[in-house]
């Protein structure tokens, strides 16, 4: 059973910079192809697709919202991956989750795609 901690949300003014990261524990990123999506959700919000990265860190993808400002990379040799969020904006406030889609998918930026899901951690921005 594959278990995924996030950590690193906090309190920023806008403008400034976070780095989540999610570590992995019972089972290897390299070893079982974890491909490592990163999500967002905001009270009343459904569920937002924030990015996603390969199981070999050679391809990524950002949901429109976040292009530009926010950047994942991950360290297989730590299992643990990381999203650097830069000029953050009061509506970046959600609680972020990291999830773990084990081998292919066609579409990461669906939550169903992911076999397992971290607790959260919040972020909030101050305008």
């Known amino acids: 059973q594959v278990q995924l901690v996030e950590s690193g949300g906090g309190v920023v003014q806008a403008g400034g910079s976070l780095r989540l990261s999610c570590a992995a524990s019972?089972?290897?990123?390299?070893?079982?192809?974890?491909?490592l999506g990163w999500f967002r959700q905001a009270p009343g919000k459904e569920r937002e697709f924030v990015t996603f990265?390969?199981?070999?860190?050679?391809?990524?993808n950002y949901g429109d919202s976040v292009k530009g400002r926010f950047t994942n990379s991950r360290d297989n040799a730590k299992n643990t991956v990381y999203l650097q969020m830069n000029n953050l904006k009061p509506e970046d406030t959600a609680v972020y989750h990291c999830?773990?889609?084990?081998?292919?998918?066609?579409?990461?930026?669906?939550?169903?795609?992911?076999?397992?899901w971290g607790q959260g951690t919040q972020v909030t921005v101050s305008s």
């Open positions: 999830a773990a889609a084990m081998g292919y998918r066609s579409n990461y930026a669906n939550p169903n795609s992911y076999n397992y």
């Open positions: 990265i390969s199981w070999t860190g050679g391809r990524t």
């Open positions: 019972g089972g290897t990123f390299a070893g079982n192809a974890m491909n």
